[in-house]
């Protein structure tokens, strides 16, 4: 029996046919919204480290004071209306220190964290990717420099390269760098054997462009978490360095050196002075940590599910 004696018609069935339309993706605003409320940590952790990167930015709009020069009438003054939170002992404001501080203190631990993760990441690429004698060579250099504590090495590169900003940034720079290199190689072993890694050799592609195109996008997820683990930690060690006098020098202000010297020996008398800058590495030290582990869930395929 035919569609029409049915009373169907196939032809006006055919014009109000309507194809199914893939559902939209959602907007950015709203995934961003939807991953603030999935990792609330990360969010107020990543706003933590945003307003202490614009207060460093503003820091001469910011400070109240000279944070190099002091009042030699003020000297140990505890929190009070003019000073915020106190002076030190050259009568200099405390919170024009900590604002100013915080330059040095963030670019060096921004500085270190990328740039001991960059170069990680060629090396163990490349020599992951190229195996044979150069990996064996790159492998046995890293595991030397595994071998020393990362502060002892940091120590040995900031007495050898000077105290400047730069060269801490480079000494604090070299721990991370075999560490990062590992991280790297190992990725890069997994991949190389994948299908697409040998469809790219089958086609003609050479190795500098699988290995860029193909295979450090896919240890970027990695490196990041690794990059915001290790910021937390390049501003310990500059402050461990500073302590130890092999860091940042006066009149500079920085966190660590705030902490430094006679600042110990007046944390019963004068707290405030060891206190702040020790809370101010604390809080930037949790949320780099507590960043890097939002990160981590955000890009694990295993949890992409859940976000």
Same mark, same amino acid.
């Given at each position: 029996?035919?569609?029409?004696?049915?009373?169907?018609?196939?032809?006006?069935?055919?014009?109000?046919?309507?194809?199914?339309?893939?559902?939209?993706?959602?907007?950015?605003?709203?995934?961003? @919204?939807?991953? #603030?409320?999935?990792?609330?940590?990360? =969010?107020?952790? *990543? $706003?933590?480290? !945003?307003?202490?990167? /614009? +207060?460093?930015?503003?820091?001469?709009?910011?400070?109240?004071?000279?944070?190099?020069?002091?009042?030699?009438?003020?000297?140990?003054?505890?929190?009070?209306?003019?000073y915020w939170l106190g002076t030190d002992a050259f009568?200099?404001?405390?919170?024009?220190?900590?604002?100013?501080?915080?330059?040095?203190?963030?670019?060096?631990?921004?500085?270190?964290?990328?740039?001991?993760?960059?170069?990680?990441?060629?090396?163990?690429?490349?020599?992951?990717?190229?195996?044979?004698? @150069?990996?064996? #060579?790159?492998?046995?250099?890293?595991? =030397?420099?595994? *071998? $020393?504590?990362? !502060?002892?090495?940091? /120590? +040995?590169?900031?007495?050898?390269?000077?105290?400047?900003?730069?060269?801490?940034?480079?000494?604090?720079?070299?721990?991370?760098?075999?560490?990062?290199?590992?991280?790297?190689?190992?990725?890069?072993?997994?991949?190389?054997?994948?299908?697409?890694?040998?469809?790219?050799?089958?086609?003609?592609?050479?190795?500098?462009?699988?290995?860029?195109?193909?295979?450090?996008?896919?240890?970027?997820?990695?490196?990041?978490?690794?990059?915001?683990?290790?910021?937390?930690?390049?501003?310990?060690?500059?402050?461990?360095?500073?302590?130890?006098?092999?860091?940042?020098?006066?009149?500079?202000?920085?966190?660590?050196?705030?902490?430094?010297?006679?600042?110990?020996?007046?944390?019963?008398?004068?707290?405030?002075?060891?206190?702040?800058?020790?809370?101010?590495?604390?809080?930037?030290?949790?949320a780099s940590n507590l960043l890097g582990d939002a990160?981590?869930?955000?890009?694990?395929?295993?949890?992409?599910?859940?976000?």
């Open positions: 029996m035919s569609d029409t004696t049915q009373g169907i018609d196939p032809l006006a069935a055919y014009a109000n046919f309507k194809p199914a339309i893939a559902p939209e993706k959602p907007a950015r605003g709203k995934r961003v @919204l939807h991953l #603030i409320r999935s990792q609330p940590l990360g =969010a107020i952790s *990543a $706003f933590v480290l !945003l307003i202490m990167v /614009l +207060a460093a930015t503003f820091a001469p709009y910011l400070a109240p004071f000279d944070p190099t020069t002091g009042d030699p009438t003020a000297l140990y003054q505890p929190p009070n209306a003019k009568g200099r404001d405390i919170l024009s220190r900590l604002i100013y501080g915080a330059r040095i203190s963030l670019i060096i631990g921004f500085g270190a964290s990328i740039l001991g993760v960059v170069v990680g990441t060629i090396i163990g690429v490349t020599s992951g990717y190229l195996g044979g004698w @150069l990996d064996s #060579i790159a492998q046995r250099l890293m595991d =030397a420099m595994l *071998a $020393f504590p990362m !502060l002892l090495l940091a /120590l +040995a590169m900031a007495a050898v390269l000077g105290s400047s900003v730069q060269n801490v940034i480079i000494a604090l720079a070299m721990p991370i760098v075999p560490r990062a290199a590992r991280i790297a190689r190992a990725s890069t072993l997994v991949l190389k054997t994948t299908t697409f890694i040998e469809a790219s050799r089958a086609i003609g592609c050479s190795n500098l462009r699988i290995i860029v195109v193909h295979i450090l996008p896919n240890t970027f997820a990695p490196l990041l978490v690794i990059a915001t683990a290790y910021l937390g930690l390049a501003i310990v060690q500059e402050a461990a360095l500073d302590y130890l006098g092999a860091g940042i020098q006066e009149p500079q202000p920085s966190w660590g050196l705030m902490m430094s010297g006679s600042a110990t020996s007046l944390a019963l008398t004068a707290p405030w002075i060891v206190l702040v800058p020790g809370l101010a590495i604390t809080v930037v030290v949790l990160i981590r869930d955000v890009l694990d395929p295993k949890l992409q599910r859940n976000i």
